[in-house]
T-cell receptor
Framework: DTAVSQTPKYLVTQMGNDKSIKCEQNLGHDTMYWYKQDSKKFLKIMFSYNNKELIINETVPNRFSPKSPDKAHLNLHINSLELGDSAVYFC?????????????FGPGTRLTVT | GQNIDQPTEMTATEGAIVQINCTYQTSGFNGLFWYQQHAGEAPTFLSYNVLDGLEEKGRFSSFLSRSKGYSYLLLKELQMKDSASYLCALNNAGNMLTFGGGTRLMVKP
């Protein structure tokens, strides 16, 4: 059973398009995250939601909009895609928003913008 | 602000011991994590240190010195499957992790 799942696994699209990445966790966790891992392998937090409420919003362009319809889902919508958006996007979850909770990562979505 | 430094690459021999260092500067500290990431896969949790000292978990151990801004991950009895990137991550507030660039470990026969 997959704990944190993401769809699609690969996404190739052209500049200017709008796309969404979906994330679901079946761990019963309250907190979910989106990370971006660039070509240099740096993993950076983008957003964090706790019980469907946004609690962390790092410096991310407004073209990125997370949506959490319920605690088990955190989707990422990206408008007007740019070349620099090409990266691997990881969804993650943890049982709470406190420092000691380990995060469980999804398999990643490799986004390529051409 | 925060800064996390770890070596980019390391090579070690199967069966040996390897130590991966991580140094950091931060204005607040709520714990330090180590994650393992195999190529093309998701990061997976290895260890968490919030107090000074050594945490041992099987073949892997992690050490923390808060006064020195220093941590290391020790891998014993290296196996080929340990070839991966090892990410040091700092938790400075809430549950926001700041990751280092990772250390790519190559284990050779």
């Amino acid at each position: 059973d997959t704990a944190v799942s993401q769809t699609p696994k690969y996404l190739v699209t052209q500049m200017g398009n709008d796309k969404s990445i979906k994330c679901e966790q079946n761990l019963g966790h309250d907190t979910m995250y989106w990370y971006k891992q660039d070509s240099k392998k740096f993993l950076k937090i983008m957003f964090s939601y706790n019980n469907k409420e946004l609690i962390i919003n790092e410096t991310v362009p407004n073209r990125f909009s997370p949506k959490s319809p319920d605690k088990a889902h955190l989707n990422l919508h990206i408008n007007s895609l740019e070349l620099g958006d090409s990266a691997v996007y990881f969804c993650a979850s943890s049982s709470g928003p406190f420092p000691s909770y380990e995060q469980y990562f999804g398999p990643g979505t490799r986004l390529t913008v051409t | 602000g925060q800064n996390i430094d770890q070596p980019t690459e390391m090579t070690a021999t199967e069966g040996a011991i390897v130590q991966i260092n991580c140094t950091y500067q931060t204005s607040g500290f709520n714990g330090l994590f180590w994650y393992q990431q195999h190529a093309g896969e998701a990061p997976t949790f290895l260890s968490y240190n919030v107090l000074d000292g050594l945490e041992e978990k099987g073949r892997f151990s992690s050490f923390l010195s808060r006064s020195k801004g220093y941590s290391y991950l020790l891998l014993k009895e290296l196996q080929m499957k340990d070839s991966a990137s090892y990410l040091c991550a700092l938790n400075n507030a809430g549950n926001m992790l700041t990751f280092g660039g990772g250390t790519r470990l190559m284990v050779k026969p």
